[in-house]
């Protein structure tokens, strides 16, 4: 039996929380970056006796498309699933059932489900700090109720009610593509880290609008911090959604 970690986490934040959950799991546990455009997602096969953890974040509502069209490569062959959305504290609305069902056509069985807040990717100042202490205490709370439900398995129904609607909401457009400034050194980490394959080499001061989905790790990562999205489109979005952002939101356990 193995306990694994299927992430797509381009800016971190979704990663913080996966560790969360599975550090009470043990330290054993093997990693698939969805994040990796050179990975062959199509050779990831699993046993019914794995426990997956699969987690995404929420863009807009729903899970981003490049990761639905590489977790579709994996082969689940009944292992059991706990999905994960992870959203900057505004909504997540349909990622989770979308994540259900994206997972349950892999051939994975979904135990469980959790929504957690992180910081906000691209606007900060929404959920900034999160997952934070209170947060880790939480989710590892969640995670060793889950792992109770594993043990019994065979004994309780894996059928239970997540929020969200089928069909789902209309997904929207990337629109906040990153560039460099004067920062930037020409070392190419962005070009080579990028999750959608949307920097060139040969064009590393840009990104290619229609590959890039606004996911920031170019931003991230770079070590000159020379990568920067426009901060009058920022500022514009992150009024658009203050008002939702208001209320600090909880994590939450479908179980």
């Known amino acids: 039996m193995r306990y694994v970690q299927i992430v797509f986490s381009p800016a971190g934040g979704t990663q913080r929380v996966a560790d969360a959950v599975t550090e009470v799991w043990g330290n054993d546990i093997d990693r698939v970056d969805l994040s990796d455009a050179g990975t062959d997602f199509s050779k990831t096969v699993f046993e019914e006796e794995d426990v997956v953890l699969a987690a995404v974040p929420s863009y807009g509502g729903r899970v981003p498309e490049l ?11 009944r292992a059991r699933c706990v999905i994960v959305c992870v959203y900057g504290n505004r909504a997540y609305e349909d990622t989770l059932v979308e994540l259900q069902d994206i997972a349950e056509k892999c051939g994975f069985r979904v135990m469980a489900a959790i929504a957690a807040v992180a910081e906000h990717s691209i606007m900060h ?33 894996d059928t239970f009610a997540i929020p969200g609607n089928r069909p789902y909401k209309k997904a929207g457009g990337a629109g906040l593509v990153p560039k460099a400034g004067k920062q930037c050194v020409g070392c190419g980490l962005c070009a080579k880290d990028c999750p959608a394959q949307a920097i060139s080499k040969d ?53």
């Open 67 to 77: 990761a639905v069209k590489r977790l579709e490569q994996i082969h689940g062959c």
């Open 125 to 157: 100042q929404y959920a900034a700090g999160r997952p934070d202490a209170q947060d880790i205490m939480e989710l590892q709370d969640f995670s060793k109720k889950i792992l109770e439900k594993l043990k019994n398995n065979n004994a309780v129904s």
């Open 203 to 255: 064009r590393i001061t840009t990104a290619d609008a229609e590959k890039c989905i606004s996911c920031m790790r170019c931003v991230v990562r770079c070590p000159e911090s020379a990568r920067k999205v426009s901060s009058a489109l920022v500022s514009v979005a992150a009024l658009a959604i203050k008002k939702a952002c208001s209320v600090k939101k909880r994590n939450e356990l479908f179980l």
